[in-house]
Structure formats: C-alpha cells, structure tokens
C-alpha cells in the first residue's frame, strides 16, 4: 500500500513536510516551519510533529527538499537532530541549509548530497526525477515519483512565468510529459489558486523598480525576502544602471546573498557593494540600502530603521521606502 502522509503544510503556510511509504521503504520530502500566529504569545516557530517519523525511522532512506524557503527547510535541524538522514537538494538549497545547520551548531557528519532538474534519485522502493519550477527562491525544483502503483507528481512551490531574471523557468514540457504517461496523484501548489489570473512576470516587478528607483533625490530603501535572489539582482542591476552603491543590511540578507555571489546566482561588483559603516562617505542619492523586513517583523532591521532603533541607519524624510 502506497501512503502519502502530510506532516503539515496543508491549509496552512508553513510546517511544509511529507511522508512517502511504501512497505518498509519511506522518504520525506521537506521539513518546513512555520511562524507563529498573533495569539501564540512566547512561540518564536512552530515545526512538524515527527512522532510519526520516529516510529518509522529505520526505513526512512532520506530528505529531500524542493527550495530554500524557511517554511521548507526550516526544520531540517531538529529533524535531524533526531535522526541523521541523508538530505537531498539543490545548490542552493543546500548552501542555506548549511549555514542553517551551522547556526544550530550541528557540526555532527551530515550527508547533504546535491541534485539538479533532471537528475534521478533512487530511494528504496522509489525513483524520483527532478524538474525546474520558477519561485521566488531560486534552484526551485518540483518531484515526478515513480512508486510501484503509479506515479506521483509533487510540484514544489511554483509560478509560471516566461521571463524569470534568473532564466529558471518551470518545465512546463516536463510536466505535460508526465501528463500524458498518466499520473496517480497530483500534490500540487495552491497558494492564491482562488484569484482569477496570472502572476506578473519578473520582468514587470523590475520594469516598475526601475520607474520608482529612477530620479530619487534621498536614499532608495527596499525591503524583501532574504531568499529573493532574483529580486535582488534586480536590485542591483538598476542601481548600476542609475550609479549608486548598494548596501546589505540584516544578518539573514547577508548570509544569503554570500551564498548566492559564491554559486554565480548574485553579480555584483566590489566597487558597487559598501559596507554599511560606509554609507555616510557617499551622498544620499548615491545609495541603495536593500534591506530584511518587508512584512514589518518589528526586530527586522527595516522595522528598526523606521523606530529609530537601528544602530547605523535611520530613515530621513528624504528616503524612498519600496516594499
């Protein structure tokens, strides 16, 4: 018998995590968290409940993850703080994992092995192939899984989109492949399903950036996901194009950022990027602050900036927030 056992992530956002069984023979696919909901007072994130793969846990053969989106790979350290799988992903993905780990201070041998679209992984009872899926975290990739009863496609987090800045665009010719080969059960990706339409392309997102961005007098500020690699080299690539320097700010941002220049996904020059104890030796109009705290987390260091309370920058009348 065939069990698709979903952990969480199902009429929720966050605590994305999936159990795949087949007799003896199980794998998971991400172990997300999710952040906590205005009443949760002293929670800082909620993870799965993973009693069910503690039962199981001699014939689990390992983790694989979709992106690196915290609600996806968030996780992964208690998880593996209780059993030391083998996790599969992306460059990417991996590469914030990493970090993520190391955060925990679980130095302890971990196998992370690395996949691309495409590829086939055998695990146990299972095959899997990986496909590209367009997201607002880079290195995305949906899962078609081959069981002994038919085949299950898992899409991962997705959009479609013709014109992704970071030329990652869902194989839509991969999926209507399997399509046509028949497929045992779809787990698909429904955020905003219920409205009519398309999202805007990347294209569209940066073509309105540069309209804000162009002319400004004060510093532009701009406010997104650390994860949002594309956006970022957006970012970047209109503040070359109108000639200010840009700053970094929030330890998350950073982080990913470093992890993106070092895998060939963020290009920017030494000469554009300055710390952010240089700000005050360029002029205002010279500046752009890229920064964390777009959903106005109030430890954010937008947030911070905003109140006052951030130790090197604080926002002027003459500034231009974008979130």
Do not use: W
Request: one cysteine or more; aromatic letters at 6%; hydrophobic letters at 40%.
């Amino acid at each position: 018998m065939l069990k698709i056992i979903p952990l969480g992530g199902l009429g929720e956002i966050g605590l994305n995590m999936m159990v795949f069984e087949y007799g003896e023979s199980a794998f998971i696919v991400d172990a997300g968290l999710m952040f906590p909901e205005d009443y949760m007072l002293g929670i800082d994130y909620v993870i799965p409940d993973m009693n069910y793969i503690k039962q199981i846990k001699s014939n689990i053969s390992g983790v694989v993850l979709t992106h690196a989106h915290e609600d996806h790979i968030g996780a992964v350290p208690y998880l593996l703080k209780e059993m030391n799988l083998p996790v599969y992903g992306t460059p990417f993905t991996l590469g914030v994992l990493r970090k993520k780990l190391e955060e925990h201070g679980l130095f302890l041998p971990v196998s992370l092995n690395q996949i691309s679209p495409r590829s086939i992984l055998e695990l146990g009872a299972f095959e899997l192939e990986f496909i590209r899926v367009c997201h607002s975290a880079v290195d995305g990739v949906g899962i078609a899984i081959k069981t002994p009863l038919g085949l299950v496609i898992h899409t991962g987090d997705f959009k479609i989109s013709h014109t992704s800045a970071a030329g990652m665009i869902t194989d839509v010719n991969k999926f209507a492949q399997y399509g046509e080969k028949g497929v045992l059960a779809l787990l698909s990706d429904s955020t905003n399903v219920e409205k009519e339409g398309y999202t805007i392309s990347d294209q569209e997102v940066g073509d309105t950036l540069g309209r804000i961005s162009t002319g400004r007098k004060g510093r532009i500020i701009i406010g997104l996901f650390a994860s949002s690699i594309t956006r970022i080299q957006q970012v970047v690539d209109i503040a070359q194009a109108i000639n200010r320097k840009v700053v970094f700010n929030g330890r998350s941002i950073e982080t990913t950022v470093n992890i993106a220049k070092e895998l060939g996904y963020i290009n920017i020059s030494e000469e554009m990027e300055i710390g952010i104890e240089q700000i005050g030796e360029f002029p205002d109009e010279e500046i752009i602050i890229i920064t964390t705290g777009s959903q106005g987390e109030p430890m954010a260091a937008l947030a911070r900036m905003a109140s006052g309370t951030h130790k090197q920058i604080k926002i002027k009348k003459e500034d231009t927030v974008i979130l």
